[in-house]
Structure formats: structure tokens, C-alpha cells
């Protein structure tokens, strides 16, 4: 067993497969009148979440406490972290306190990576600047397995910011190695630039509407990302890129189904409607991200864990 989980591209089939099964077992505990299981008694979880979350920060809460983990979190805003301390030190200063697993968001790309090198603890990478957020891709992962009958050769168009959003990288990723089929679609300005530059990008939304995909997957604009101007107006990218209500309507002729990781940002990547549309699977990747998070913190063994 592997001590992080750091990205999609360390994960062989197997490992990925193993991941996948135990999500869905996981998920079943959900229906049952006592959620908890015991697998993780005994063990601390510190969350540190240095940018903005509502639903990751929370899944993974949430999570632990269904696997009987002792949950702590870093208040991030009021701790050294902000003055200036640096982030080997503040990984000393938790070293000291014995944490088993440590969840951590960072805005600058690789920090998960220079952390787990620093710490005998787990480190799972909850989103780090633009460049991963594995585990967001797991429960995307999941989600489209348990709604498609078959996923292998199945459509799938990745719409919006691409290049700022490190959902993107990782979902597509995962889709791939599940043999799924994976295009972008978005302004050229927004379009990835280096590793992911293989992939198929359309510019058009009639075009890529034409490749028939059987899913559509929204990300928001990472405008805090943004340091320049990628595109006039937010209307405007709606008109051109985001569903409006006449495309939700051939959406929903065409049976197509609609993920999105959120936040949403309602009116630029999506209409009203769209949230309420069948085939909207958002609140099903919420609920299925408990059950890949608990997958993935019960998979992960520090070698001085049996100490
Ligand atoms: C994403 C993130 O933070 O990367 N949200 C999430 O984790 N569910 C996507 C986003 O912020 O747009």
C-alpha cells in the first residue's frame, strides 16, 4: 500500500480498479442506519486546507469521522502558516504531534509532494494550485461507472478552464485510463498548454456538440487564477461555451448526462435549469466523494504506522 496519494498517474490499473471497488462498498454502508465502521480508530486526520473549500474540505470530514478517525482541523487563517513560519517547520510542528493522515490544499502546484517528503504521515492531495486534485477524480471516476453501463469508448467532453483548473487535469486523466475517450472544449486561450496538449480541443460548442459525447463535464472559470483577461465577459462566455436553456434541451433529447465538480458559478457555465435537469449528476458526485475519500484513507499505510 502506498503512503500518499498524491495524483491519478501514480495509480496502476489495479490500484485504480481496487479504489473503484472499494468506493462502491463503501457507498453502501451509506443506506444503512449505522454508517461508521471501525477501520480507523485510533488514527488522526488533520485537514489543512490553505485555499477556500466547502464540499472537499468537508467531504473529507466527513469521511474520516464514517471510518472512526480522531478529525483536527488547521485553521489555516490563524496560524503560523500566515505569519511567515515556513512550511517544513510547520510540518515539524505537526510531525510532533503524531498525526496519522494529513489532507491538505494548497495553492501552489506540487506542495502536497514537497510535504509528503517531509512527514512519516499519509498526505493526500486535496487540490493543489492548478496542476492536480486526485481525489475529486476518483469520485468523478466513480460516478460515471455507476451511470453508464459500460465506460470503455464512452464520450466525454470536458468543458471550460482547462488550463487554470487542476479538476480538469486529473478527471481526464482518470477517464483515460478508464478507456474512456476525452475532449476539451473552451476558449483556445483557456486550452492546456503542455502535458494534456494531446487531447482533442474543440473551440466551438457546435463542433464538439457534433463528436456526440455522452457526457458533459462543466468546470468554473478559475478566475483566481487568472492574471490576465482570458476571455470579454462572462455573458458572453455563456453564450458561446456554457448550456443554455437551448442546448440543456437537446441535452436532455440526447440523454446526455451533466457533471460538474462545483462550485458552480450559475449563468456562466450553466443555466438555472440545468442544476434541475435528471441526467445533472452534481449531487451524486458529493455523495459518492465520501465514499471515495473513505476508499482512499483506508488504502493508504505509513510505514511507521505499525510502530
Ligand atoms: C474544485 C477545486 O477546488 O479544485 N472544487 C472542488 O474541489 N469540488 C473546482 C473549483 O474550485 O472550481
Known amino acids: 500500500m502506498p ?24 457507498k453502501e454502508l451509506f443506506s444503512r442506519s449505522v454508517k461508521k465502521v471501525p ?7 488533520l485537514t489543512l486546507f490553505a485555499e477556500p473549500s466547502t464540499r472537499t474540505a468537508s467531504s473529507f470530514e466527513i469521511a474520516a469521522k ?3 478517525a480522531d ?18 517547520d510547520t510540518i515539524e510542528t505537526l510531525e510532533a504531534m503524531r498525526i496519522d493522515y494529513l489532507v491538505i490544499r494548497h495553492k501552489a502546484s506540487g506542495m502536497a509532494k514537497i510535504i509528503s517528503e517531509l512527514t512519516k504521515a499519509c498526505v493526500i492531495n486535496a487540490g493543489d494550485g492548478a496542476h492536480a486534485h486526485p481525489t475529486q477524480a476518483l469520485l468523478d471516476g466513480f460516478t460515471l461507472k455507476s451511470n453508464l453501463k459500460t465506460v470503455a469508448s464512452k464520450k466525454v467532453l470536458i468543458c471550460g478552464d482547462v488550463l487554470h483548473g487542476r479538476v480538469a487535469k486529473s478527471t481526464a486523466r482518470i477517464f483515460m485510463k478508464m478507456g474512456v475517450e476525452v475532449a476539451f472544449l473552451g476558449p483556445g486561450s483557456l486550452m492546456p498548454k503542455h502535458d494534456l496538449g494531446s487531447i482533442k ?6 463542433d464538439a456538440w457534433k463528436w456526440k459525447p455522452d457526457v458533459m463535464y462543466y468546470l468554473r472559470v478559475q478566475s483566481e487564477r487568472q492574471d490576465n483577461q482570458f476571455f470579454p465577459h462572462s455573458s458572453e ?12 434541451k437537446a441535452l436532455e433529447d440526447s440523454g446526455t448526462f451533466l457533471m460538474h465538480p462545483g462550485p458552480v458559478n450559475r449563468g456562466v457555465e ?3 435549469d440545468a442544476l434541475e435537469y435528471e441526467k ?5 458526485q458529493v455523495e459518492n466523494g465520501i465514499a471515495a475519500r473513505m476508499a482512499v484513507l483506508s488504502w493508504l499505510t505509513s510505514p511507521s504506522s505499525s510502530l
Not at 477501520?39 to 486526520?45: D, E, F, Q, T, Y
Not at 482541523?73 to 517544513?88: L, P, R, Y
Not at 445533472?280 to 451524486?284: F, K, S, T
Open 201 to 206: 480541443c474543440f473551440n466551438c460548442y457546435e
Open 237 to 248: 462566455y455563456h453564450k458561446l461555451f456554457g448550456i443554455t436553456q437551448d442546448r440543456l
Open 39 to 45: 477501520l480507523l480508530r485510533g488514527k488522526n486526520v
Open 66 to 68: 464514517r471510518l472512526s
Open 280 to 284: 445533472c449528476l452534481i449531487n451524486e
Open 71 to 88: 478529525v483536527s482541523n488547521f485553521d489555516v487563517s490563524n496560524s503560523s502558516f500566515s505569519k511567515g513560519e515556513s512550511v517544513k
Open 270 to 272: 450553466l443555466c438555472d
Open 3 to 26: 503512503k500518499d496519494f498524491l495524483s491519478i498517474s501514480q495509480l496502476s490499473e489495479v490500484e485504480l480498479d481496487y479504489l473503484l471497488n472499494n468506493t462502491e462498498k463503501f
